[in-house]
T-cell receptor, first 110, second 115 residues
Framework: RKEVEQDPGPFNVPEGATVAFNCTYS??????FFWYRQDCRKEPKLLMS???SGNEDGRFTAQLNRASQYISLLIRDSKLSDSATYLC???????????FGKGTTLSVSS | SAVISQKPSRDICQRGTSLTIQCQVD?????MFWYRQQPGQSLTLIAT?????????ESGFVIDKFPISRPNLTFSTLTVSNMSPEDSSIYLC????????????FGPGTRLLVL
């Protein structure tokens, strides 16, 4: 079983749609979680951290359910510029590397 | 956040040769890592670059194939040795402060094509 699993998509949605991505992680000792965004032929860039209490940044909302080892990302009012691959990331012990999911591809069309 | 640069940005190499990739961070960082991303795949950790000591390699990666240096807190190199076409990939350097600040930032990557 892979450590971080995501639905690869692609998710094809019209502008203005709301779209949700889900992710599960296998290591219950994971302590920190993130969503990264990767545009085609670019490096991953941090989108947001994920907390148990949930956090919101504009149109983006991330949730963490430790009991179910489940992470989600909700994008409201999708824009064309949201088209990218979204990587779910878990982090274990302090000072160790990030564990990446394979990514979920989003394509927003007009 | 840290700004990370990598050189070269891309290269085309012949089978059997070696390429050294440089990673420079604009500030001192505790942790530096090297990842590989093959076409259509997610990132796979190669190793953790430890300052002043040998790198820590992940399963499937060995020092003879991917020697790593980290002479100080802002710089690291990854060498891809005795290359084969299977080594064609994007190689990414990342850096973070660790110690509870787990956010990591990535360099722009080095695109390697081995013929």
């Amino acid at each position: 079983r892979k450590e971080v699993e995501q639905d690869p998509g692609p998710f094809n949605v019209p502008e203005g749609a709301t779209v949700a991505f889900n992710c599960t992680y296998s290591n219950s000792a994971s302590q920190s979680f993130f969503w990264y965004r990767q545009d085609c032929r670019k490096e991953p860039k941090l989108l947001m951290s994920v907390y148990s209490s949930g956090n919101e940044d504009g149109r983006f909302t991330a949730q963490l359910n430790r009991a179910s080892q489940y992470i989600s990302l909700l994008i409201r009012d999708s824009k064309l510029s949201d088209s990218a691959t979204y990587l779910c990331v878990a982090h274990g012990q302090a000072g160790t590397a990030l564990i990446f999911g394979k990514g979920t591809t989003l394509s927003v069309s007009s | 956040s840290a700004v990370i640069s990598q050189k070269p940005s891309r290269d085309i190499c012949q089978r059997g040769t070696s390429l050294t990739i440089q990673c420079q961070v604009d500030s001192q960082v505790t942790m530096m890592f090297w990842y590989r991303q093959q076409p259509g795949q997610s990132l796979t950790l190669i190793a953790t670059a430890n300052q002043g000591s040998e790198a820590t390699y992940e399963s499937g990666f060995v020092i003879d194939k991917f020697p790593i240096s980290r002479p100080n807190l802002t710089f690291s190199t990854l060498t891809v040795s005795n290359m084969s076409p299977e080594d064609s990939s994007i190689y990414l350097c990342s850096a973070g402060q660790g110690g509870g600040q787990e956010t990591q930032y990535f360099g722009p990557g080095t695109r390697l094509l081995v013929l």
